[in-house]
């Protein structure tokens, strides 16, 4: 009796997710039949059975009393069986004819192994046998080679299925090794040289293939799952595993231990309960072209390894990590797409001087991560819509990252108290915050690209000598975090902001205007006595930004559309700001901190800002005695005098006052355009309307593409292919200006004409049916129109994909039409043959009277054919066409006969007459025929060609006695496809 604990009882720690799958997966392998170990054996021999083994069968096996012990140390006991004449042994031992156990049952009721074979060298075979209930291993090695283990059940055993102790140059291939109670499918020890190919083991207690300390394997195309510990287990070199699927097994899908130099490629491993794979204290290993995809833990997992080579693996959808690095050093992670990971896409934890290269790592909440790693290299990887996409902490050190891509998450890079780090030639951009976060020392950021970052393209807290040089800033800059450490960095002129310089002063007095020119944002660090006038640092970070400044005159410039605030002033006391420009910042126009005291700040224009200003300072005059700010909320009103001045006064939060509010009098502009999707090389107008402000006005254009124009309605051509913002100042004669801007305003296409691709060149219908079409579409500008002609004079359609039904049978040419927005016409044509509808099954009988001519001659040909409903007539019997009189008719008159026609009645399925006959007699048995038996005549055409057939060209459908002639017929036997009438295939 077979005792087994059921594997469907065990623990689980699944998902919902993962028990879903689990059950479709088990559904799947059901309906298939796979494997034969998910359904037990049940069957028992009693050994008081007095029948002899070979007498006794069970599914095609010979059923075996006794335990197969073959132990070749000498006494050849291969040759010895044979000599015995015992059923189950065949062969001779050499390689052409080696010796064959096959066809064989045996229950070891705990005995004993089923099959054991030792000290044995030649050549032999152990084929399609159902093993089970053994102690040892259902088949048993030792110290064995040459062998072939195929197509074997070795379930239900009390530990091994299949083991091989110092084995060498065996296949163990296409088995069956599940349901093992206490051990392993199939394990190796000291086994070199094997192929271990195409088995299944599930539901073992411990692994499903297990190799130990056993080199130069192939494990190929193995199915591993729901073992208790893991699918495949590896501790040995030299080997490939290649093509196996693990899955839902209890710890790892694959695990490496102690093993180099192996080859892991092409595998899956998923669902499974901690790691697809799980790679420890190995070295110098290929992990390649691998799947790892829902697993509890991680996807691929090194510890205490090193010098392996992860490269073009996909790992999805893992709960915690994708590529985890624990403690392991000189790695190459390259071209890995790692994606959709709840934690991280990949983690370096303690891992020193590895090369990480054109990876994706996208959709996890950590793009990538490092955890005190250090002396590690990032280039060329994509790492896209994370939370963070490059996180360094906990003081990872001297790493290098060059030329990645890290845009649209979060945080492009973040590092986090890291010091002596090189970010360089990087793009970071369209990031939630920061393009690049940096807190720590010595790290040095250059010539990368940080573009349309919401926040800051660089931002600094608490840094310690941080090189900056070289960085491209758009539509974002450089921030700070104002209390930690800005006297301590090294910022040149080589960064830009909006292609315009970023000015960082630290300690400087006297700095004049042309300190200033084309600035892109400035930032004053303990300076003094300086001016900075006529600047425009708009769309940036911070516009401009003082430290710790005294007696510093900002004055006429423009600072507007700013991330934060378009001037800043932190610790800053007895600074003038006059006549500023301050306008759609995304925060305040001007922000005083708690520190800044005896600021004056007049004649400044205010609007469109999330909040104007606010003075958490102490002291400061929002006016200069006589006049104020212009505000574009003031409410109040110029009453008596009229002098431009309001009435009441204006509040700053939380501690400013404007007594002498100025009437806001700047003027309004907008603009339209005559298109926004347009061609490369087409023109675009451009019409401006303005409203107040003291004539006259000037105008200031910036197309986005490197050209500019000063016309109040000007007309621009744009060059090249992209996306551009429009952007239009207008001041008037005070010097008042406003910016309005339409942001991604205008697409400009390449004119690439459209292109089709019929999937197929031709497709088959049945007359009265519904068919609907498809053709790729590719290119074009769109919007395109479609026009489908159908071939058949019926109306043309307009739909994608239009449904029509084609009324005759015959050979229709379709054609699509597509034309693009531009007028770009492109074609496609392809053929639908429209075959006849299938012969009802349900009329009571059919009678089909047909003439075919042959040289002069008319051949009658009377076929009669009774179909009842749903069966034929139980009475017919079969007749081959084209009959054998037919074939022979010659074509002279001396082999003309008289034709008589016996009666022809519904008894018979099937009659067929032929002959010569004279047209009047052929006359007369037509008029016989047709009034005795109801038989209608018909022109005989082919149903392919729907030309006439003549001869003995006649072929006629068996099943249902459709009309070919012989070419059309044999064309469609070459084509395996059957009777266009029926279906059936076409017996020629």
Same mark, same amino acid.
């Given at each position: 009796?077979?005792?087994?604990?059921?594997?469907?009882?065990?623990?689980?720690?699944?998902?919902?997710?993962?028990?879903?799958?689990?059950f479709?997966?088990?559904?799947?392998?059901?309906?298939?039949?796979?494997?034969?170990?998910?359904?037990?054996?049940?069957?028992?021999?009693?050994?008081?059975?007095?029948?002899?083994p070979?007498?006794?069968?069970?599914?095609g096996?010979?059923?075996?009393?006794?335990?197969?012990?073959?132990n070749d140390?000498g006494?050849?006991?291969?040759?010895?069986?044979?000599t015995l004449?015992?059923?189950?042994?065949?062969?001779?031992?050499?390689?052409?004819?080696?010796?064959?156990?096959?066809?064989?049952?045996?229950?070891?009721?705990?005995?004993?192994?089923?099959?054991?074979?030792?000290n044995?060298?030649?050549?032999?075979?152990?084929?399609?046998?159902?093993?089970?209930d053994?102690?040892?291993?259902?088949?048993?090695?030792?110290?064995?080679?040459?062998?072939?283990?195929?197509?074997?059940?070795?379930?239900?055993?009390?530990?091994?299925?299949?083991?091989?102790?110092?084995?060498?140059?065996?296949?163990?291939?296409?088995?069956?090794?599940?349901?093992?109670?206490?051990?392993?499918?199939?394990?190796l020890?000291?086994?070199?040289n094997?192929?271990?190919?195409?088995?299944?083991?599930?539901?073992?207690?411990?692994?499903?293939?297990?190799?130990?300390?056993?080199?130069?394997?192939?494990?190929?195309?193995?199915?591993?799952?729901d073992?208790?510990?893991?699918g495949?287990?590896?501790?040995?070199d030299?080997?490939?595993?290649?093509?196996?699927?693990?899955?839902?097994?209890?710890?790892?899908?694959?695990?490496?231990?102690?093993?180099?130099?192996?080859?892991?490629s092409?595998?899956?491993?998923?669902? *499974? &309960?901690?790691? $697809?794979? /799980?790679?420890?204290? =190995? +070295?110098? #290993?290929?992990?390649? %072209?691998?799947? @790892?995809? !829902?697993?509890?833990?991680y996807?691929?997992?090194?510890?205490?390894?090193?010098?392996n080579?992860?490269?073009?693996?996909t790992?999805?959808?893992?709960?915690?990590?994708g590529?985890?690095?624990?403690?392991?050093?000189?790695?190459?992670v390259?071209?890995?797409?790692?994606?959709? *990971? &709840?934690?991280? $896409?990949? /983690?370096?934890?303690? =891992? +020193?001087n #590895?090369?990480?290269? %054109?990876?994706? @790592?996208? !959709?996890?909440?950590?793009?990538?991560?490092?955890?005190?790693?250090?002396?590690?290299?990032?280039?060329?990887?994509?790492?896209?819509?994370?939370?963070?996409?490059?996180?360094?902490k906990?003081?990872?050190?001297?790493?290098?990252?060059?030329?990645?891509?890290?845009?649209?998450?979060?945080?492009?890079?973040?590092?986090?108290n890291?010091?002596? +780090?090189?970010v360089?030639?990087?793009?970071?951009?369209?990031?939630?915050?920061y393009?690049?976060?940096?807190s720590?020392?010595?790290?040095?950021?250059?010539?990368?690209?940080?573009?349309?970052?919401?926040?800051?393209?660089?931002?600094?807290?608490?840094?310690?000598?941080?090189?900056?040089?070289?960085?491209?800033?758009?539509?974002?800059?450089l921030?700070?975090?104002?209390?930690?450490?800005?006297?301590?960095?090294?910022?040149?002129?080589?960064?830009?902001?909006?292609?315009?310089?970023?000015?960082?002063?630290?300690?400087?007095?006297?700095?004049?205007?042309?300190?200033?020119?084309?600035?892109?944002?400035?930032?004053?660090v303990?300076?003094?006595?300086?001016?900075?006038?006529?600047?425009?640092?708009?769309?940036?970070?911070?516009?401009?930004?003082?430290?710790?400044?005294?007696?510093i005159?900002?004055?006429?410039?423009?600072?507007?559309?700013?991330?934060?605030?378009?001037?800043?002033?932190v610790?800053?006391?007895?600074?003038?700001?006059?006549?500023?420009?301050?306008?759609?910042?995304?925060?305040y126009?001007?922000?005083?901190d708690?520190?800044?005291?005896?600021?004056t700040?007049w004649?400044?224009?205010?609007?469109?800002?999330?909040?104007?200003?606010?003075?958490?300072?102490?002291?400061?005059?929002?006016?200069?005695?006589s006049?104020?700010?212009?505000?574009?909320?003031?409410?109040g009103?110029?009453?008596?005098?009229?002098?431009?001045?309001?009435?009441?006064?204006?509040?700053?939060?939380?501690?400013?006052?404007?007594?002498?509010?100025?009437?806001?009098?700047?003027?309004?502009?907008?603009?339209?355009?005559?298109?926004?999707?347009?061609?490369?090389?087409?023109?675009?107008h451009?019409?401006?309307?303005?409203?107040?402000g003291?004539?006259p006005?000037?105008?200031?254009?910036?197309?986005?593409?490197?050209?500019?124009?000063?016309?109040?309605h000007?007309?621009?051509?744009?060059?090249?292919?992209?996306?551009f913002s429009?952007?239009?100042?207008?001041?008037?004669?005070?010097?008042d200006?406003?910016?309005?801007s339409?942001?991604?305003?205008?697409?400009?296409?390449?004119?690439?004409?459209?292109?089709?691709?019929?999937?197929q060149?031709?497709?088959?219908?049945?007359m009265?049916?519904?068919?609907?079409?498809?053709?790729?579409?590719?290119?074009?500008?769109?919007p395109?129109?479609?026009?489908?002609d159908f071939?058949?004079?019926?109306?043309?359609?307009n739909?994608?994909?239009?449904?029509?039904?084609?009324?005759?049978?015959?050979?229709?040419?379709?054609?699509?039409?597509?034309i693009d927005?531009?007028?770009?016409?492109?074609?496609?044509?392809?053929?639908?043959l429209?075959?006849?509808?299938?012969?009802p099954?349900?009329?009571?009988?059919?009678f089909i009277?047909?003439?075919?001519?042959?040289?002069?001659?008319?051949?009658?040909v009377?076929?009669?054919?009774?179909?009842?409903?749903?069966r034929?007539?139980?009475?017919?019997?079969?007749?081959?066409?084209?009959?054998?009189?037919?074939?022979?008719?010659?074509?002279?008159?001396?082999?003309?006969?008289?034709?008589?026609?016996?009666?022809?009645?519904?008894?018979?399925?099937?009659?067929?007459?032929?002959?010569?006959i004279?047209?009047?007699?052929?006359?007369?048995l037509?008029?016989n025929?047709?009034?005795?038996?109801?038989?209608r005549?018909?022109?005989?055409?082919?149903?392919?060609?729907?030309g006439?057939?003549?001869?003995?060209?006649?072929?006629?459908?068996?099943h249902?006695?459709?009309?070919?002639?012989?070419?059309c017929?044999?064309?469609?036997k070459?084509?395996?496809?059957?009777c266009?009438?029926?279906?059936?295939?076409?017996?020629?």
């Amino acid at each position: 009796m077979i005792i087994s604990k059921s594997p469907f009882l065990k623990p689980r720690s699944r998902n919902k997710k993962t028990k879903l799958f689990f059950f479709l997966v088990m559904l799947i392998l059901i309906v298939l039949g796979f494997p034969r170990a998910l359904s037990p054996i049940s069957i028992h021999v009693d050994g008081k059975n007095n029948q002899h083994p070979e007498k006794l069968k069970y599914s095609g096996l010979m059923v075996l009393h006794e335990l197969i012990n073959i132990n070749d140390d000498g006494s050849n006991t291969w040759h010895y069986y044979k000599t015995l004449g015992v059923p189950w042994l065949s062969g001779e031992g050499t390689s052409e004819k080696p010796y064959v156990i096959e066809n064989i049952l045996i229950d070891a009721n705990q005995s004993g192994s089923c099959i054991t074979i030792k000290n044995s060298h030649v050549y032999f075979i152990v084929r399609n046998c159902t093993l089970f209930d053994s102690m040892g291993g259902a088949i048993s090695m030792s110290d064995s080679s040459n062998g072939q283990i195929v197509d074997n059940n070795c379930s239900y055993n009390q530990d091994y299925g299949i083991w091989l102790h110092y084995c060498d140059n065996n296949n163990i291939s296409g088995n069956t090794a599940s349901n093992n109670i206490y051990s392993t499918g199939i394990y190796l020890y000291h086994c070199d040289n094997n192929t271990v190919s195409e088995n299944t083991v599930i539901f073992n207690q411990e692994y499903g293939i297990y190799l130990y300390d056993s080199n130069n394997n192939t494990v190929l195309g193995n199915t591993a799952s729901d073992n208790y510990i893991s699918g495949i287990f590896l501790r040995g070199d030299d080997n490939n595993v290649s093509g196996n699927t693990a899955f839902l097994n209890d710890q790892h899908g694959f695990y490496l231990y102690e093993s180099n130099n192996n080859i892991v490629s092409g595998n899956t491993a998923f669902l *499974n &309960d901690q790691n $697809g794979f /799980y790679v420890q204290n =190995s +070295n110098n #290993n290929t992990v390649s %072209g691998n799947t @790892a995809s !829902d697993n509890i833990y991680y996807g691929i997992y090194l510890i205490s390894s090193s010098n392996n080579s992860l490269s073009g693996n996909t790992v999805i959808d893992n709960e915690q990590h994708g590529i985890f690095l624990y403690i392991s050093n000189n790695n190459n992670v390259s071209e890995n797409m790692v994606t959709d *990971n &709840d934690q991280y $896409g990949i /983690y370096l934890s303690f =891992s +020193n001087n #590895n090369t990480i290269s %054109g990876n994706t @790592a996208s !959709d996890n909440y950590y793009g990538i991560n490092l955890e005190s790693s250090n002396n590690n290299n990032f280039s060329g990887n994509t790492i896209n819509l994370n939370f963070y996409g490059i996180n360094l902490k906990d003081e990872s050190n001297n790493n290098v990252f060059w030329e990645n891509k890290a845009n649209n998450n979060h945080y492009g890079f973040y590092l986090d108290n890291c010091n002596n +780090n090189t970010v360089s030639g990087n793009t970071a951009n369209d990031n939630t915050y920061y393009g690049i976060f940096i807190s720590g020392e010595n790290n040095n950021v250059s010539g990368n690209t940080f573009s349309k970052n919401k926040q800051d393209g660089v931002y600094l807290d608490n840094c310690y000598e941080i090189f900056l040089s070289q960085n491209e800033m758009f539509e974002c800059g450089l921030g700070f975090n104002i209390e930690n450490n800005m006297y301590f960095n090294h910022i040149d002129g080589s960064n830009r902001v909006n292609g315009k310089i970023l000015y960082y002063y630290l300690n400087e007095m006297g700095l004049e205007s042309s300190n200033f020119e084309n600035a892109g944002q400035v930032v004053l660090v303990n300076c003094s006595y300086c001016t900075v006038s006529e600047v425009n640092t708009s769309r940036t970070s911070y516009g401009i930004l003082s430290y710790h400044g005294t007696y510093i005159n900002i004055s006429g410039n423009t600072a507007s559309n700013n991330n934060y605030y378009g001037i800043y002033l932190v610790n800053c006391d007895n600074n003038t700001l006059s006549e500023n420009n301050l306008v759609s910042n995304s925060e305040y126009g001007i922000y005083l901190d708690y520190q800044s005291v005896n600021n004056t700040i007049w004649l400044n224009k205010f609007a469109k800002n999330e909040g104007n200003a606010q003075d958490d300072g102490i002291d400061n005059q929002w006016d200069n005695g006589s006049l104020g700010n212009f505000w574009d909320d003031y409410d109040g009103v110029d009453g008596i005098p009229q002098d431009g001045i309001g009435n009441t006064s204006y509040s700053i939060p939380n501690n400013g006052l404007d007594r002498y509010p100025l009437i806001y009098t700047e003027p309004l502009a907008n603009f339209t355009t005559n298109a926004t999707l347009i061609l490369t090389g087409q023109f675009v107008h451009f019409n401006s309307t303005t409203f107040g402000g003291n004539f006259p006005l000037s105008y200031e254009w910036i197309f986005s593409d490197g050209f500019t124009s000063t016309e109040p309605h000007p007309i621009h051509k744009y060059e090249s292919s992209g996306i551009f913002s429009v952007i239009l100042t207008v001041t008037d004669l005070d010097g008042d200006s406003i910016e309005y801007s339409k942001i991604n305003h205008i697409i400009v296409e390449d004119d690439i004409k459209p292109s089709l691709n019929f999937l197929q060149s031709e497709i088959n219908a049945d007359m009265g049916s519904q068919i609907q079409l498809f053709c790729e579409v590719s290119g074009g500008n769109g919007p395109l129109t479609y026009t489908w002609d159908f071939g058949d004079g019926s109306p043309t359609s307009n739909e994608t994909s239009p449904i029509h039904q084609y009324e005759e049978c015959g050979n229709y040419k379709v054609t699509l039409t597509v034309i693009d927005r531009n007028g770009d016409v492109t074609s496609a044509t392809m053929n639908v043959l429209v075959r006849p509808a299938s012969v009802p099954s349900t009329n009571p009988a059919i009678f089909i009277f047909v003439m075919c001519l042959i040289v002069g001659f008319t051949t009658l040909v009377v076929t009669l054919i009774t179909v009842k409903k749903k069966r034929k007539s139980s009475k017919s019997f079969p007749v081959r066409y084209p009959p054998e009189g037919l074939k022979s008719i010659k074509k002279t008159k001396d082999q003309a006969v008289a034709l008589n026609l016996p009666p022809l009645d519904a008894s018979n399925s099937r009659l067929l007459f032929e002959g010569s006959i004279s047209q009047e007699k052929e006359k007369e048995l037509l008029e016989n025929t047709e009034s005795e038996l109801g038989i209608r005549r018909e022109e005989f055409l082919c149903v392919i060609h729907k030309g006439p057939v003549e001869g003995a060209n006649i072929y006629m459908c068996p099943h249902c006695t459709a009309f070919y002639c012989k070419l059309c017929a044999k064309a469609l036997k070459d084509r395996n496809e059957g009777c266009w009438s029926c279906g059936k295939p076409l017996e020629l």
